[in-house]
């Protein structure tokens, strides 16, 4: 009887129900199906044991395990060993990719006076593994060239382009020089980027106290706090070019792959680079003259910060030995009972720079619980519908290496059968940190409603929202305020780059979500011998209360994923945040046109003749031609194409909730399902953005002067920010059709939905 | 012919003329009268010389001079001699203050470990008085209470109220406890103040580097700013409640005068207090422990700041010489030819905290050297139409004392005569600096846009508008920055307290101004024996031409003022500026209201209990009962007052400009002018603030709890921030009467004035 199966897929149509929701609908189930779903999940986040965490933490920290180590190819072993142990079907998959490391390090001062940089973080008495400097990657910075420099020192605060346009008012030229930038404001890839781009020869990066050391708290070992010897490593390579093997951009890197000689990988940097402490940065520091900084460069060094050059000559030398290296992709699948070919793939790196029992162990360690637990439920009956592929990923810190070369592997397989790519990577003690497609915002938020909170026993969605109203972003309006109230859904943050999920989003166009927890301990160990076990166990999140919530989070997603009849994806939450995106580059497009102008004015006025210091003198900015007018109707019909047909959607949605899911035809929900698995492709475009076609998503992707940080609707926002009209213009005119292909693969969605119920 | 004398009083009508604006109609001036007045003041602009303010500098700043010294009383001598010397009418006037200098200074961490304070400021080789310890006072803080205490110790950031609030929220009590308060955020004074409140014992305040040190900029003698050993002595008298002579409130100190015991006097300090420089400093707070201070309470110094309190224990004693000591104010006198009970004021004080080349010196050269060009005038037969005072108070330093004693011997005869009262203090390269009563607001932007500037050759009027077009306050609304371009008038800032206009301004009801030049070089020598003669001529005005830029401005201001046939106040830019106030109190009102609502929900909700992070517990604030909506009517009446007779007196100017000045009867233009003196004391109320009724303006004060920092219709002001709901609304119907007053005798102005057109 129909009657009975009312309320399928109703979830999308209810209000969110306060924690805990562990009855009611849930979108993509009917009512039969979403009660035994609830049971299993129920089952699955009871498994989870804080005591493995801690226990495999111990294991896969114990010693260093950076790509090529020694033991990062025993930790892949040993995970996989674990992987089949637990009843899944497992392997380990290679690849053969560039990884450089420093032979010969050399930094120091040869005038006005001289200093020997110390290079190196000591053994630390009470920390058991911080002195195994034998298996240790020394500090430094993957995928710089070599060289050997001697040139005066200029401090460029974080790097970024704005510094060097006040660089240029204050008279300052990199030309020639040696910069010292300090950690932050950027990816640290973008630093020697714009300083090679600006003339510069080389470029130191320190961790400055104020952002990575004593002003944010004690320092380790007193304190969980970067101390003066510590280093951030990282990898310096042009990641918003292309991430993974430099060699073989847009294909895996396998044994007989073509490979590029090494002098036209374009992702190595420009100029050498080195990361050093602060405790190697304070005397370069303090023996700089010249101005002094402005009041928004300062760090926490107890110093005047000038900018340079002067009579202080710094010599830099570095030198890499240059090889492939092998990296251990270990890979689990659990096969889709009735649809084999829709994967949810789960994944998060186990390659760290040192021990990184943070960094990735906490996430991997997690993820690992979560495949413990997932076998334990196979054992008991559970037959997911989908596919589901556990990933421990290799290679991630030197650039994303081993998701990037399995997925441009995988291509094709992976764009035709992927549905959703679920990441982690460090976690720790505070608030659920949800970011991704938005087309799986309302799904995510709903998963975040189950999980409790192990401090506070609100749900971790309702402890982010509280967070939240209590810590207004600076300038909220009274809307926002309200809306974070009255929003069923959290908004969740777009994905830049930094972790493994960016092939599968921007490569491939494959909805990806990433998740962790923290916001309640600051560390300082980032990247460093002392981010290990000693330092998680004392001063993260010490109990792994938390591992086990990441655990539950992204397990039940997984779950949720892998058992739906129609896959969860929204496109309203999807709709209002694009109109969202549109709106800030429409307002961008205004903003650069009236600074101009009034910048303009500034100068025919006098103003900046007038209010120059003579004893400080700042240059007069050059005048710029007026922007033209763009025209953003392109974005606007995009967007009404997308309001239109998440409105189709949703009323197939309410015709199928009103039939009653028993109704739907198997063969035409699977056309529903592959149709929705369609959308986020078609936010893609194969040509990419300009300059940069490995970076396809058209609405997300790293900036190319942010590394990290994200760009919406990247290819008009990075137009209009680097001033770049013309190519805006016809940048609006391809987003504008992406967002009406989008809409095109909705509707063909909503139509397969509504055959299906018919 | 009347046709002749056209555009009397017309420089209300126009709008402001370019620079240079040295022709064209003058406010207050008849056309002939103002080609007159135009000659006098381009030949006074002419006359003051940097050599002069140099060697008056080296002379008055070459030993310490603070109240009861030597030296102090040589100046004094000095100065009624130049003043005689350039033929005016000098005398001094003695009163004996209450003035405690220290004889016992003990600082020392006694657990965990040991360290004794230096509390000393060496000798600096290359500066030549640094040296003079013999004549040195030391570093203290005047009118703190004498103390011997031994106890933890608190960090309380710049120990304002709020820093309160937050120690609350973290669980620690100040209660038994020294405090130790970062030198901003608050006048000095205000520290202890609140310490006591909170349960305090004692007090230490330090300059940070990061307000105060190497963090703003090099060290002295390297570079201008605090080093290590700099300390900012200063007064901590309890100024908010009266300034001046602590032992005889409200009336002047004058050898026979009724003096409080000491132990009544309420602007004593109720614990003992004692500033420190950042090298004494440091030890005992990088011993602390406890919690880390929040990120906006950390300074520059190489340590994690905590709150403390710990095991740490400290030991402070002070100890004074409490007595009276004799000020010297120096008083030149130039009567007015035809108008000589209307009096312009103009004053500086001499005394200083150590040498004082800064402060005060820099300002009262200035002065003195427009003494001395109206001297000169004098000879050349020009007779200003009032009668001039020219000031050099003795006393300012340790709490207004020169200036306000005297204002209080003299009250009567003033409040019968002080049209005016201008101030300065130090002086600086830079831009000038104008607060002051807002009836003067539009007088003083005209005299600025005849001041050329020294650097840039545009007028100082032009070149701090341009300053403020090039740096946007935070959050500035497109119509704020429309307005700077728009408005006529620059807006010029309210007062509070910090110099010698206090007595004038808010006890008397004069309408007063304050100059000075400043913001281009950082200074770190405020109240230490680096203030000297060698700092200022290496780091600060060291060519002398803001200095003789101030003469300039503040002499054509006097001059300006003294010979105007109409006194050139102003209701239009006043009225403006109340209106704001009014929407400023009105909102205070309903963001107050808005955030208790807001607070209550949250604390019902559970948000604090489950945002709470166990590791750094914060407790969770108490409810407050939700404010009532309160009755503004009587503001926005009072307001519609002043609006409506503000247009009367224009109304009255414009008939009195077509008539043409010639038809002025002399007695009735007499009548108009008291009757303008008159509105500002129509501002005041005989019985003052609530709690504080020495302070008798309604529209500024010094905040309570800010000390320096204006509170504009403080008394409606204060209660909203206390959340003394009743007194507000006593007070809204106060100030709205006293607004209601003040249109009343803007009312009488304007019918004089037309009485004297007819």
């Not at 010249?290 to 005047?304: E, M, N, S």
């Not at 930094?498 to 962790?516: E, N, V």
Request: aromatic residues 8%.
């Amino acid at each position: 009887m129909r009657k009975s199966v009312v309320c399928f897929l109703c979830g999308w149509l209810v209000l969110p129900s306060a924690f805990p929701a562990d009855s009611g609908p849930l979108a993509g189930y009917s009512e039969t199906s979403a009660r035994a779903e609830r049971d299993w999940e129920a089952k699955f986040r009871a498994i989870p044991d804080t005591a493995n965490l801690r226990a495999y933490m111990q294991r896969l920290s114990a010693r260093p395990h950076h790509v090529g180590s020694p033991y990062d190819a025993d930790n892949a072993e040993w995970l996989l060993g674990k992987l089949k142990e637990w009843g899944l079907d497992a392997h380990i998959e290679t690849f053969d990719v560039l990884f450089p490391t420093p032979k010969e390090r050399a930094l120091e001062m040869i005038a006005p006076s001289r200093f020997t940089a110390r290079l190196a973080e000591p053994t630390e008495a009470v920390d058991p593994t911080s002195g195994q400097h034998d298996e240790q990657l020394p500090s430094y910075n993957a995928y710089s060239i070599d060289g050997d420099v001697t040139a005066p020192l200029v401090y460029v605060n974080f790097g970024i382009p704005e510094d060097y346009e006040t660089l240029d008012r204050l008279g300052i030229s990199v030309k020639g020089a040696i910069v010292v930038a300090r950690y932050g404001g950027s990816w640290r890839g973008i630093k020697p980027k714009v300083a090679a781009e600006h003339g510069a020869v080389g470029c130191l990066i320190y961790s400055d106290p104020h952002e990575d050391g004593y002003f944010a708290g004690d320092v380790f070992p007193a304190g969980g706090l970067r101390n003066r010897d510590g280093v951030q490593r990282g990898s310096v390579m042009d990641m918003p070019v292309y991430p993974g093997d430099p060699l073989t951009p847009g294909v895996g890197a396998t044994k007989d792959a073509k490979r590029l000689p090494i002098d036209q990988a374009v992702t190595l940097t420009k100029i050498p680079v080195m990361p050093i402490s602060y405790g190697d940065a304070q005397p370069l520091l303090a023996a700089m003259t010249g101005p002094v900084a402005p009041p928004a460069w300062r760090g926490a060094l107890p110093i005047t910060y000038h900018l340079g050059p002067g009579a202080m000559k710094v010599h830099f030398k570095l030198a890499s030995t240059w090889g492939l290296k092998t990296l251990h992709d270990v890979i689990a699948r659990i096969p889709g009972s009735s649809e084999p070919d829709e994967w949810i793939i789960r994944g998060n790196h186990h390659d760290a720079w040192v021990n990184g029992a943070d960094d990735p162990v906490s996430g991997a360690v997690a993820l690992l619980e979560e495949a413990r637990a997932l076998g334990m439920l196979l054992k008991q009956g559970w037959k997911p519908r989908r596919t589901i592929v556990y990933c421990l990923w290799d290679g991630e810190e030197p650039g994303l290496l081993g998701s990037t070369e399995w997925a441009e592997t995988h291509a094709d397989e992976l764009r035709r059968t992927a549905a959703v790519y679920i990441n982690s990577d460090s976690n720790g003690r505070g608030y659920l940190q949800m970011s991704g497609s938005h087309t799986l915002e309302h799904f995510i938020n709903g998963v975040a409603r189950e999980i409790p909170d192990p401090e506070s026993k609100v749900s971790v969605w309702q402890r982010q929202q509280f967070r939240r109203i209590a810590n207004p972003m600076p300038g909220q309006t009274p809307q926002e305020r309200q809306e974070l109230r009255s929003r069923p859904d959290l908004r969740i943050g777009a994905l830049g780059s930094g972790s493994d999920y960016t092939a599968f989003l921007d490569h491939l166009g494959i909805a990806s979500i990433d998740l962790g927890f923290g916001g309640e301990d600051a560390s300082g160990i980032y990247h460093s011998a002392y981010d290990d076990f000693y330092w998680y166990t004392h001063f993260s999140d010490t109990t792994f209360v938390y591992g086990r919530a990441l655990a539950q989070t992204a397990g039940t997603a997984v779950i949720r994923l892998a058992d739906a009849e129609l896959l969860p994806y929204d496109f309203d939450d999807f709709t209002d945040t694009v109109r969202r995106y549109v709106q800030e580059v429409e307002q961008l497009a205004r903003e650069k046109r009236d600074q101009i102008i009034e910048r303009n004015r500034q100068i025919d006025e006098g103003l900046f003749a007038a209010i120059n210091d003579p004893r400080h003198p700042m240059g007069e900015p050059a005048k710029e031609p007026v922007p033209p007018f763009l025209n953003f109707a392109p974005l606007e019909n995009g967007l009404a194409a997308l309001d239109r047909t998440a409105q189709l959607y949703k009323q197939a949605l309410v015709q199928a909730n009103a039939n009653g899911g028993s109704a739907l035809a198997r063969a035409l929900l699977r056309d529903a399902n592959a149709r929705l698995i369609a959308v986020e492709r078609a936010l893609t475009l194969s040509d990419g953005l300009p300059n940069r076609p490995w970076f396809q998503h058209q609405i997300y992707a790293p900036g190319f002067y942010t590394g990290y940080g994200v760009k919406t609707l990247p290819g008009v926002r990075e137009a209009l920010e680097q001033k770049q009209w013309p190519l805006a213009e016809e940048q609006i005119a391809r987003v504008g059709k992406v967002l009406e292909n989008a809409g095109e693969a909705i509707q063909g969605a909503a139509s397969a939905l509504g055959q299906a119920v018919k």
